[in-house]
């Protein structure tokens, strides 16, 4: 069975602080592995990643896949109150079905 | 715009009574799919459909429905909804091999 585990489960941080959010993965045909927001809504995208080593980089967001050691981080730096919320990793496997498998996430809250 | 649009998006409904919640995307989108989020367990895939008329169970499906007669619609029907079935769904919609895009969710109560 696919699983994917994030953490830590929930991580609280002043305003500024620089947060690191793992994310690792048992899948069978691991495809891509992707990065959600989610705030008081649906979840919105941030990153896909399919190869290693290469980071994706989004203004104070990057991430980074590591396919041999099976993780993921997001790295948020100078955070604001506005990153405040529930971060998503979910992989996809087996080329055909596009499967979204997702971790529970991990809550963020950023304190003024 | 393009977005998925989901309807409704808050019920309170009692136990054996039928309901569906309706998904529609305007994007072209081949590829649909129903997920449930339930807290401490995350988002759970129910249904999906890989393009019109060819759906397939997620990790739970037991006790919905779903159907694909059109390439922009994927309604999630409960034939008889028990309370178990609080939750709080989203529907997903994405073209082959791209990041899946979230409808708003429906928050479902079965009394």
């Known amino acids: 069975e696919d699983k994917v585990v994030q953490s830590p489960l929930s991580l609280v941080v002043h305003e500024g602080d620089t947060v690191t959010l793992n994310c690792s993965y048992e899948?069978?045909?691991?495809?891509?592995l992707l990065w959600y927001k989610q705030e008081k809504k649906a979840p919105t995208f941030l990153f896909m990643l399919?190869?290693?080593?290469i980071e994706k980089k989004s203004g104070r967001l990057s991430s980074i896949l590591d396919k041999k050691e099976l993780f993921s981080i997001l790295n948020i730096t100078a955070t604001q109150t506005g990153d405040s919320a529930i971060y998503l990793c979910?992989?996809?496997?087996?080329?055909?079905?596009?499967?979204?498998?997702f971790g529970t996430g991990t809550r963020l809250t950023i304190i003024p | 715009e393009a977005q998925v649009t989901q309807n409704p998006r808050y019920l309170i409904t009692v136990t054996g009574k039928k309901l569906t919640v309706t998904c529609s995307q305007n994007?072209?989108?081949?590829?649909m799919s129903w997920y449930r989020q339930d807290p401490g367990l995350g988002l759970r895939q129910i249904y999906y459909?890989?393009?019109?008329?060819?759906?397939d169970k997620g990790d739970v499906p037991e006790g919905y429905k779903v159907s694909r007669k059109e390439k922009r619609n994927f309604p999630l029907i409960l034939e008889s909804p028990s309370p178990n079935q609080t939750s709080l769904y989203f529907c997903?919609?994405?073209?082959?091999?791209?990041?899946?895009?979230f409808g708003p969710g429906t928050r479902l109560t079965v009394l």
């Open positions: 979910a992989v996809i496997s087996n080329f055909g079905n596009e499967k979204l498998t």
């Open positions: 997903a919609s994405s073209l082959l091999g791209d990041e899946q895009f």
């Open positions: 899948v069978t045909n691991f495809r891509s």
């Open positions: 399919t190869s290693s080593g």
């Open positions: 459909s890989m393009n019109v008329e060819v759906t």
């Open positions: 994007m072209n989108h081949e590829y």
